[in-house]
């Protein structure tokens, strides 16, 4: 095969942060310059992108397609001024849509979910304290909200590029891959020095998805592709990226083992269980925290090693 004629321009900018770095990408093909993701709405990420355009000779005029790998803050953070300068069309998946206009209906029945979700896993006060934290930043983040107009990645035909979709860590996640160039670009999918997490969420018609299970099935896609360089959303470009893959796929299962161990002794609800393997950080990191518990919960359902009753409104997991 004859390889692509692209050049990837990482821009990476340092946090403050476990994630490290927030990284997105200038791509040049013959006939385009792909900006693959917009980073996060503070001032240093503004610079570093336009830094590195004027490093190479481009400028904010000259990107053709803005495509973002998925919804998440630290990915779409610069479209907003981006778009206030040039028109430029920007492509997501058709999931992406209604959590990038901030939409007050999607937003609510997601409050919902969330309330209806932490009362049934038996979060009692800690639940209630996070839905008045998510009903807060509805009103308070409608500032952030995306009104451009946004297109489907489906719409898009690259020639370089095959449009993955990499659901997990979040529902409309996707990565580029590039075959003859053996490169993937993967979002929050895959990073180096820590372990994505797959957040609980509604899928469009409000059920709970089964996120982890997702993310599973997402990292043996790609363990699937021929691979050998992954740009990552955060931190350093991964270059043996199949010894990775197979590590995040047996630690998902390690995890799991160990929430298996303590159902073995007792049936937990999920926030006991929470409480019992993280302790403190229960209440610190609430939502990440519960996110974790319930994605690993619902994949060891889903691989047939423990079950569920409801009792007294309240969800028991027992093996
Ligand atoms: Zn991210």
Redesign the pocket.
Known sequence: MIPNNIKIIPIIIPVKSP?KS?NFYLIKTDHSLLLIDAGMNIDDCWQGLNTTLAKHDFTLQDITHIIIT?H?V??VGLINRIVENYQIPVYSHRFSVPRLRRDPEYLQKRIEFFADLYDKMGCGEAGEKQINYLKNAAKKNTDQSITYELHHIEELSLNEFQIVETPGHAIDQIALYDETGKTLLS??LLIEHISSNALVEPDEFGNRMKTLVDHEASLKKIQALNIERVYP??GQVIETPHDLIERRILGIENKANKFLALLEEKSLTASELAQQFYKDTYKKQFSLVMSEIIGHLDYLEHKGKVKKDFENGVWNYFV
């Open positions: 994630l927030v998925h998440h630290d990915h979002g929050d959303g955060h």
